[in-house]
């Protein structure tokens, strides 16, 4: 079982490297941390589980975060008290967005972060991904709202970007008129 400490913390240069593609068929030791990944989401969602095991609530992971540099993540997305959508993608890409934008009113958080970002990260309020399944094949998933900020984040991820890198230093809630907040 994956547990908070396995997450890399922002200070490690690893989450600043721009992961590589994954070629197919998949590797079983990707396969696995994907099941970890989609374990620990999940069980961090629920209140018992989580403070049971001691995990950080969180909604979405990249490899990156486990120290494996490939483009692979996973969200899972509770929509109701303990009813959960769980995505995994394989070289995801975001292909369309929205014009609108939209940021976190509480904030953005992160498993690798752990401490208070104060700031707005602009965000699409919906964008369309397209990657692959484990098995290779070709998915589309239309996202809005906090499930299309989950995916932009966890993309962002593969890049080497963290969220805080959107918020301007100078003034953290700049233009927060011109997003809706969520």
Known sequence: MLKTKDILDEKSSILRKVSNDV?????EEDLKKIDLMVEYLTNSQIDALAEKYD?????GMA???????KRYLTIVHEIEEGNFDTYVVINPKIV???QEKIYVEDG???LSVNREVEGIVPRYARVTVEGYDTLGNKIKIR?????AIAFQHEID?????????HID?????KDKDKYRAI
Do not use: W, Y
């Open 23 to 27: 070629t197919f068929p998949m590797e």
């Open 55 to 59: 995990l950080r609530p969180g909604m």
């Open 157 to 165: 991820h593969l890049n080497g970007i963290l969220f805080f890198d």
């Open 143 to 147: 996202a809005r709202e906090e499930l």
């Open 96 to 98: 369309s967005t929205s």
């Open 169 to 173: 230093k100078k003034n953290p809630f």
């Open 63 to 69: 490899a990156i975060q486990l120290g494996v540099p």
């Open 108 to 110: 953005e958080g992160c």
